[in-house]
């Protein structure tokens, strides 16, 4: 496949292949994504995978007489640009394609400009189109929604926890790649965005530049110590590589603040690991049907209040907002979402600051803490206004909130070099 492109600006493109992570090490994107072309394969041959008409097409232009065609593909919506599951995937099934993209990796792309042509044997793409667009918009829109997450809040670290809410592996390759793209993208645009370290995933690690997959511990485990937190942790230990963190899961009980320390407690004083040279940290997952641990709505407001140094819940919403959007959003739908996510029920900003004050009064300062439960966009975008003390964010709140939105679309624009688009698509001539 002959492959160049185009586009100026941009954050620089690694190869398809590897990049350098912030602490130097390599991220092996080649035998990651070829991961994915064999989770394709495996599918069974592209006629049974593809749409049928596009089927009908290859037979008619086969009996017919081929043409050479050109494809433009866009997408509806903004993105960030994160193409090479789509490229690889040309490589593989039309390596005598031409491909022209228009924007480095990484880059941010305007909603229906081109991200690529293609010109192609007519016969040889037809059948390669729906596997191409599948392989397209999902990575780029969670390049897009990772990268908003990682500038929101940027000294803390991101770990991908998105496996549970994917259909299966081919989605989380595409899901995980874009979201290390988007991360590159807001490190190479702010130099002190720590971005996506981490995947819960052995299998999308090496898309962050980890060996190996991280976690802390589910709800589950917990349960099965009989709520004890601290034996939980003990029993992580057993199994956790040496130089993995220790985090305890603190909201089983509802008793955040208290077990926080209980945890702390036993890492630093009984255990004392922290002289083994191990990190500890607690991970805030509070459902959202209550609050945390010694907060009720007043109360919160109030902590909020104090760590920003604003009196009154609509006056510290305002200076999350700005005034400018505080003023505009005259019926309050953006400044009541707001309010919750710093002073509601969950994990609110509020208990985020909450457990910091008890566990750096308790002498455990060092402690480290993970946040996780809806973590998205706008939650992000609330956490880093009035950077909270988060040390880890833990989320697969970059997927699409919709499925419409990673949609993208392909037009043939030529035939043997003769324009040629269906009505209201002349833009793409350009």
């Given at each position: 496949?002959?492959?160049?492109?185009?586009?100026e600006g941009?954050?620089?493109?690694?190869?398809?292949?590897?990049?350098?992570?912030?602490?130097?090490?390599?991220?092996?994107?080649?035998?990651?994504?070829?991961?994915?072309?064999?989770?394709?394969?495996?599918?069974?041959?592209?006629?049974?995978?593809?749409?049928?008409?596009?089927?009908?097409?290859?037979?008619?232009?086969?009996?017919?007489?081929?043409?050479?065609?050109?494809?433009?593909?866009?997408?509806?919506?903004?993105?960030?640009?994160?193409?090479?599951?789509?490229?690889?995937?040309?490589?593989?099934?039309?390596?005598?394609?031409?491909?022209?993209?228009?924007?480095?990796?990484?880059?941010?792309?305007?909603?229906?400009k081109k991200?690529?042509?293609?010109?192609?044997?007519?016969?040889?793409?037809?059948?390669?189109?729906?596997?191409?667009?599948?392989?397209?918009?999902?990575?780029?829109?969670?390049?897009?929604?990772?990268?908003?997450?990682?500038?929101?809040?940027?000294?803390?670290?991101?770990?991908?926890?998105?496996?549970?809410?994917?259909?299966?592996?081919?989605?989380?390759?595409?899901?995980?790649?874009?979201?290390?793209?988007?991360?590159?993208?807001?490190?190479?645009?702010?130099?002190?965005?720590?971005?996506?370290?981490?995947?819960?995933?052995?299998?999308?690690?090496?898309?962050?530049?980890?060996?190996?997959?991280?976690?802390?511990?589910?709800?589950?485990?917990?349960?099965?110590?009989?709520?004890?937190?601290?034996?939980?942790?003990?029993?992580?230990?057993?199994?956790?590589?040496?130089?993995?963190?220790?985090?305890?899961?603190?909201?089983?009980?509802?008793?955040?603040?208290?077990?926080?320390?209980?945890?702390?407690?036993?890492?630093?004083?009984?255990?004392?690991?922290?002289?083994?040279?191990?990190?500890?940290?607690?991970?805030?997952?509070?459902?959202?049907?209550?609050?945390?641990?010694?907060?009720?709505?007043?109360?919160?407001?109030?902590?909020?209040?104090?760590?920003?140094?604003?009196?009154?819940?609509?006056?510290?919403?305002?200076?999350?907002?700005?005034?400018?959007?505080?003023?505009?959003?005259?019926?309050?739908?953006?400044?009541?979402?707001?309010?919750?996510?710093?002073?509601?029920?969950?994990?609110?900003?509020?208990?985020?600051?909450?457990?910091?004050?008890?566990?750096?009064?308790?002498?455990?300062?060092?402690?480290?803490?993970?946040?996780?439960?809806?973590?998205?966009?706008?939650?992000?975008?609330?956490?880093?206004?009035?950077?909270?003390?988060?040390?880890?964010i833990g989320?697969?709140?970059?997927?699409?909130?919709?499925?419409?939105?990673?949609?993208?679309?392909?037009?043939?624009?030529?035939?043997?070099?003769?324009?040629?688009?269906?009505?209201?698509?002349?833009?793409?001539?350009?």
């Open positions: 496949m002959d492959q160049r492109n185009t586009g941009g954050s620089p493109a690694p190869d398809t292949a590897a990049g350098d992570t912030p602490a130097g090490g390599t991220i092996d994107r080649v035998a990651t994504l070829d991961r994915l072309l064999s989770l394709i394969d495996a599918a069974g041959p592209i006629e049974s995978i593809t749409d049928k008409y596009f089927t009908n097409t290859r037979r008619i232009v086969d009996q017919n007489g081929s043409v050479r065609a050109s494809y433009a593909v866009f997408m509806r919506r903004r993105v960030i640009a994160a193409l090479a599951p789509a490229l690889r995937l040309l490589s593989r099934y039309v390596p005598e394609a031409d491909v022209e993209t228009f924007h480095e990796e990484g880059q941010i792309v305007p909603s229906e991200l690529m042509q293609i010109d192609v044997p007519f016969a040889r793409m037809s059948e390669v189109e729906t596997l191409l667009l599948q392989k397209t918009g999902f990575p780029c829109v969670c390049a897009s929604n990772a990268y908003e997450m990682c500038r929101a809040v940027p000294y803390a670290s991101f770990i991908d926890m998105h496996a549970r809410h994917a259909s299966g592996a081919e989605m989380n390759l595409l899901a995980a790649y874009g979201a290390s793209i988007g991360s590159e993208a807001a490190r190479a645009a702010d130099p002190d965005v720590r971005g996506f370290t981490s995947s819960s995933q052995d299998l999308t690690a090496p898309l962050y530049g980890a060996a190996r997959g991280t976690g802390t511990m589910p709800h589950a485990l917990v349960g099965y110590t009989d709520a004890d937190v601290v034996q939980a942790m003990k029993y992580l230990m057993e199994v956790l590589p040496e130089d993995a963190p220790v985090i305890g899961l603190v909201d089983y009980r509802a008793l955040e603040i208290t077990d926080a320390l209980a945890a702390a407690r036993w890492f630093y004083e009984h255990a004392k690991l922290d002289q083994q040279g191990r990190t500890f940290g607690v991970r805030l997952d509070t459902h959202g049907g209550r609050f945390a641990e010694g907060l009720d709505y007043e109360r919160s407001v109030d902590i909020v209040g104090e760590w920003v140094d604003v009196d009154g819940e609509y006056n510290i919403a305002e200076a999350v907002l700005g005034t400018r959007a505080f003023q505009l959003d005259s019926g309050n739908v953006i400044v009541d979402k707001v309010r919750r996510l710093l002073f509601g029920t969950g994990v609110s900003v509020a208990s985020i600051i909450n457990t910091r004050r008890a566990l750096d009064e308790a002498g455990y300062t060092e402690a480290q803490i993970v946040a996780s439960s809806g973590f998205d966009m706008q939650k992000c975008q609330v956490v880093g206004a009035v950077k909270a003390p988060v040390d880890a989320t697969g709140s970059f997927l699409p909130a919709t499925l419409s939105e990673t949609y993208a679309t392909a037009d043939v624009i030529a035939y043997d070099g003769v324009k040629r688009v269906k009505v209201g698509r002349e833009f793409l001539f350009e």
